[in-house]
Structure formats: C-alpha cells, structure tokens
C-alpha cells in the first residue's frame, strides 16, 4: 500500500515538473489544475487501497452495462427486443438483490411465489 501511495507522489512530481516546462499560458492551467485536485483529493483517491468495500471507481452504470455488452458479445447479439428487455429486467432485479445484500435465489423464489421482497 505505501509502495502505491510513493509511485503516486512520484507521479504527481514529475507532472509539476513537466508542467513547469510546458509552453502555453492555457495548457499550464488546465495541467496545473488537475495536478492540484490529484494532490488535494490523494486520500479518496487511494481509499479503496484500505477500505476494501469501495469500488475502485464508482460508475455503477458503466459496470452494469458492461454485463450486458459482455452478454451481446458472447452470443453475437440479442435477437428480439423483447429478449434485450427481459435480460434487462432480470439483471437489474439480480443487481439491486447484490447491492441491498438479499439472496439473490430467495429474492427469485419469494417474485415467483407472488411475496415479492421489498427492494
């Protein structure tokens, strides 16, 4: 853990360094400002390091639709719409299960037999 902290210290150096050399009053800016959010937000950065509940990103959507652009990969295509929606369906159930901490096979079971969980 402290051998990443280092290398992104390291890494922040050297882009101070290169910003110093960079020409252009514009291009310094935006570098130099990116260079201080990395700086100032270094903790959150690098929390998922010790907190191992927190996802090395937070963009929930693109995970979720990475499942499905895996599935469309693996099988070629989803051929109706209607089978698109209804995978739709089933992995938004199966996801919000995941995220609320339900089991995911009594959460089907309890939508089957017409006792719906709370979601």
């Known amino acids: 853990m402290i051998a990443y902290e280092t290398r992104y210290d390291n890494l922040l150096s050297k882009g101070y360094e290169e ?21 100032k937000y270094k903790s959150n950065h690098l929390l998922f390091l010790r907190d191992f509940k927190i996802a090395y990103n937070n963009n929930l959507s693109e995970r979720d639709l990475r499942k499905c652009k895996l599935k469309q990969k ?6 109706k719409q209607s089978g698109n929606e209804l995978y739709c369906t089933v992995m938004s159930f199966v996801e919000t299960c995941k995220r609320k901490q ?4 009594e959460s089907i079971e309890k ?5 719906p969980v709370q979601l």
């Not at 514009?26 to 990116?34: D, F, G, P, R």
């Not at 339900?102 to 096979?105: A, C």
């Not at 939508?111 to 006792?115: D, E, I, N, P, S």
Request: charged share 25%.
């Open 111 to 115: 939508a089957f037999t017409g006792r």
């Open 102 to 105: 339900l089991s995911i096979l």
């Open 74 to 79: 693996v099988s070629g295509c989803f051929r």
């Open 19 to 39: 910003n110093i050399q960079t020409k252009g009053k514009y291009a310094k800016e935006s570098e130099k400002t990116l260079l201080n959010r990395l700086t």
